[in-house]
């Protein structure tokens, strides 16, 4: 016969101060855990979700980021006649040869200066990411002004770009290259990678960084999935371009690196905090225990077995790691949706993301509490169930 769960909420609310002390304990836990899973979720949302598994990159062979993958402009024209590219508004093959440099910009908060990507592009660079990819990938999209002209010290800025650095918005001038560049509008790259760059003209970056001759990179745009994972390998295997070819969803998705220090530094602390949560679990259920000796031999004597006791005692202690991760995920909810920054190890800029917290990440947290309240009333359910009844009941 098994012990009602009405009892043990009665009993937990009977001992109002020490439940809440010991669900607060896990919720500072449960908030750790939380803030490190929800920045590895913006992580992967910044890296893993970014670019169009349409759009094949193309690189130098050996180089693996964009700032060290430059090749010769006279290779291009052959990028583009390769099968399976998708054709352009123009009927053109839609590619784009692209420069990527680093430039550095001052904070709005004003505390210091960090490296941004400037990336200069082709007309069909621009076409190319509003497009949506399969699968509901959802495209670049401008949200104010106008994109740059072709040939113009023009730029535009992520919707990130413009609320984090100083002159960036629209009318304002970087100074960067060789003179100013004028920012005319400002797109939302839906929290990917591409909500750390400025964009512009791709002539006239090379032309600002002394580059002519070359590109950094190629985007090729396939017609279909099939497509792009084949003209990838024609890219790689044609011994005319001693080039490489790689789905621009991968390579994005290679940069998730960056996120290792926080990743490493996140789990020690939660797992530090989670140890001595575990322990303000195990006391208050022994303490709970040490209170209902008699209660307990009652129980038994009445006719509840030691196996329903310990079933008892253990859900009583899960009940109260719920309590912990419900009041955790709460204290949390407020920044959700809150941009932070790491430095791209790939890119030598910062990368900006924003903390998510999705419905997997508060299952998880809910997960970690659980097992924090199973291990922390393990012991003390066990010597519950342990007690010697003509004992308890003198005592």
Known sequence: MAIPISYNVRNLRLRKGLTLMTALGIALTVTTAIFLMALIAG??????????????????????????GGFDASLYPTLKTLPGIAKDSHGEPMTSGEWVVVIILPRKDGTGEVNVTVRGMMPDGLEMRELPGPDNHA?????????????????????SIRDRFTHANIGDTMEFGKGSWKVVGV??????????????????????????GGYSSAYLHATDPIAADALKNRVSDDQRLKLEGMLETDYYAKQTSSGTPIKVIGIVVAVIMAIGSIFAAMNTMYAAVAYRG??????????????SILTSFVLESLLLALLGAAAGILLMLPFNGMQTGTSNAVTFSEVVFALRITPQVA??????????????????????????????LRG
């Open 43 to 68: 992580l992967n949302r910044a890296f893993v979700n970014s670019g169009n598994p349409l759009n094949v990159l193309v690189l130098r062979k050996g180089s693996e980021a964009e700032l060290s």
């Open 139 to 159: 495209g670049v999209k401008l949200i104010a002004g106008r994109w740059f002209q072709p040939g113009q010290r023009e730029v535009v800025v992520s919707k």
């Open 187 to 212: 797109f939302d790259a839906g929290g990917s990678a591409y909500e750390s760059e400025v964009w512009s003209d791709v002539n006239q970056m090379a032309s600002d960084f002394d580059r002519q």
């Open 294 to 307: 008699r209660e307990i031999a009652t129980l038994r004597v009445i006719g509840f077995s030691r196996p």
């Open 363 to 392: 299952m998880y947290a809910i997960l970690f509490a659980l097992i924090m309240g199973f291990v922390g009333g393990l012991a003390p359910a066990w010597h519950a169930a342990r007690q010697n009844i003509l004992n308890a």
